[in-house]
């Protein structure tokens, strides 16, 4: 199947920008809806935002306007693009990857990264 690899992660002050990379193996990711994640220090994973292989996404209202995902297809990796970053940010980001329709419930995916740290200090 597919393997699903994060990068980017790291300490930044609030405002900050920070571009996180998804980089698949095994697998194109073109055929699949693919999603970022969060999860805080004794919190369950939240929905960040997810995209199909058309290009429909849907983001969660926290990060509506400060966050964007994107996929280049030519090297199999996804990207969340985040700007104004706030400390409620802070969390370990995971990708993943499902078939079939959008879904923002964590349980509906298939594959997951291992996650990358972001912490945004005020």
């Known amino acids: 199947q597919v393997q699903l690899v994060e990068s980017g992660g790291g300490l930044v002050q609030a405002g900050d920008s920070l571009r996180l990379s998804c980089a698949a193996s095994?697998?194109?990711?073109?055929?699949?809806?693919m999603g970022w994640f969060r999860q805080a220090p004794g919190k369950e994973r939240e929905f960040v935002v997810a995209i199909t292989w058309s290009g429909s996404n849907t983001y969660a209202d926290s990060v509506k306007g400060r966050f964007a995902i994107s996929r280049d297809n030519a090297r199999n990796t996804v990207y969340l693009q985040m700007n104004s970053l706030k400390p409620e940010d802070t969390a370990v980001y995971y990708c993943?990857?499902?078939?079939?329709?959008?879904?923002?419930?964590?349980?509906?995916?298939?594959?997951w990264g291992q996650g990358t740290q972001v912490t945004v200090s005020s």
């Open positions: 095994g697998r194109t990711l073109s055929s699949f809806v």
């Open positions: 993943a990857a499902k078939y079939g329709r959008l879904a923002v419930s964590a349980g509906d995916y298939d594959v």
